[in-house]
């Protein structure tokens, strides 16, 4: 399964290059926090149960056509959901880390300096 770090999404923001940001988390925690023109299909909770059944009802909401990037709190739940997105044909990964990833890599704090050295040693 294909994964992409913050700097790397950043780097592919800054030049034009956007993927569909797609966050699966709850509505709160979105409105809350979000990538700048990401898309809510808030899924999180239903996918961490194990029903895929909520995003497959919601793929009319994803472009077929665009790289897909699947963003949740932490990275684990988006695996799943990028999982399905790939079976289904789309050219999907997974944002590393999640939103904390993110917000780690735009405050420049140690522990993502940590992981992103962790990213990179795989």
Request: hydrophobic share 40%.
């Amino acid at each position: 399964m294909t994964s992409i770090r913050p700097d790397e999404l950043d780097e592919r923001l800054e030049s034009g290059d956007d993927p569909f940001l797609l966050d699966i988390r709850p509505k709160s925690a979105f409105q809350s926090n979000a990538i700048e023109d990401s898309h809510n299909v808030p899924v999180y909770q239903a996918l961490r149960r194990g029903d895929d059944a909520a995003l497959r009802d919601r793929l009319e909401e994803i472009p077929a056509d665009e790289d897909v990037v699947v963003i949740c709190k932490m990275g684990m739940v988006a695996k799943r959901a990028t999982s399905l997105l790939v079976e289904e044909g789309y050219d999907a990964a997974t944002l590393a880390g999640g939103m904390s990833g993110w917000t780690g890599y735009r405050n420049g704090s140690l522990g993502y300096k940590l992981r992103s050295l962790l990213w990179r040693l795989r």
